[in-house]
């Protein structure tokens, strides 16, 4: 079975505070996709980065970074230097491929409070 | 705006009553899903269409639910009997597949129902 563990329930940082979300999977496919989803208080996910299981290379993009451990199954996102407007719930994801649906199993978020 | 478009945001009805979301999903994405999300929860699968096809179905998925999508782009979900216990937020998504998209699934805002 595919499970997303996602153990920080919220994180409360201070402005330019650097911050990591964590993330733990279980999978028992050799190939696979990881996702990270961003969700403001409006609701809608927004889409950060996609990882293929057999990329581990790690990867930058602006003040956001992700670890990618396969020997661990994890898949960690950081922050650097916060800003308020980073302040959302970020949800881990994993997803199947070639198969019928790739539907994403998330796990439960991480609240990320970045006060000013 | 070509995201995924949802509607109505918002919906307050009385327990019994039906009531329907509809989703348009991104222009020429021949999957789309649709996803429940509740308080402190991630998201979870209810259904998954590839065209017009509905090719799964999530046990959370009762049979007061029913999902269609007839020709193949936009999608409706319509809920009988509403229940307390279906007050949520309903997403949907859609993808198309392929090596360069990696299945990356984009939602929309989503639909905000309360059941009173």
């Known amino acids: 079975a595919q499970k997303v563990t996602q153990a920080q329930t919220e994180i409360s940082v201070v402005e330019k505070e650097d911050v990591t979300l964590d993330c733990v999977y279980e999978t028992r496919d050799t190939t696979y996709y990881l996702f990270w989803y961003k969700q403001p208080p409006s609701g809608e996910l927004v889409f950060l980065i996609r990882?293929?299981?057999?990329?581990?290379q790690n990867e930058i993009s602006g003040r956001y970074s992700w670890n990618f451990q396969k020997s661990t199954s994890s898949f960690n996102f950081t922050i650097t230097a916060s800003q308020v407007v980073d302040s959302a719930v970020y949800f881990c994801?994993?997803?199947?491929?070639?198969?019928?649906?790739?539907?994403?199993?998330f796990g439960t978020g991480t609240l990320l409070a970045v006060q000013p | 705006d070509t995201g995924v478009s949802q509607n109505p945001r918002h919906k307050i009805t009385k327990r019994g009553q039906n009531v329907t979301f509809r989703c348009d999903p991104i222009?020429?994405?021949?999957?789309l899903y649709w996803y429940r999300q509740t308080l402190g929860q991630g998201p979870e699968f209810l259904t998954y269409f590839q065209n017009e096809a509905q090719l799964e179905k999530s046990r959370l998925l009762s049979d007061r639910f029913s999902a269609e999508r007839p020709k193949g782009s936009f999608s409706t979900l319509e809920i009988q009997r509403t229940e307390q216990g279906d007050s949520a937020m309903y997403l949907c998504?859609?993808?198309?597949?392929?090596?360069?998209?990696?299945?990356?699934?984009?939602f929309g805002e989503g639909s905000w129902l309360t059941v009173v």
């Open positions: 222009s020429e994405h021949n999957r």
């Open positions: 994801a994993l997803s199947g491929v070639g198969g019928a649906t790739n539907k994403l199993i």
């Open positions: 990882r293929n299981s057999f990329d581990e």
């Open positions: 998504a859609s993808s198309i597949p392929g090596q360069a998209s990696g299945n990356t699934i984009y």
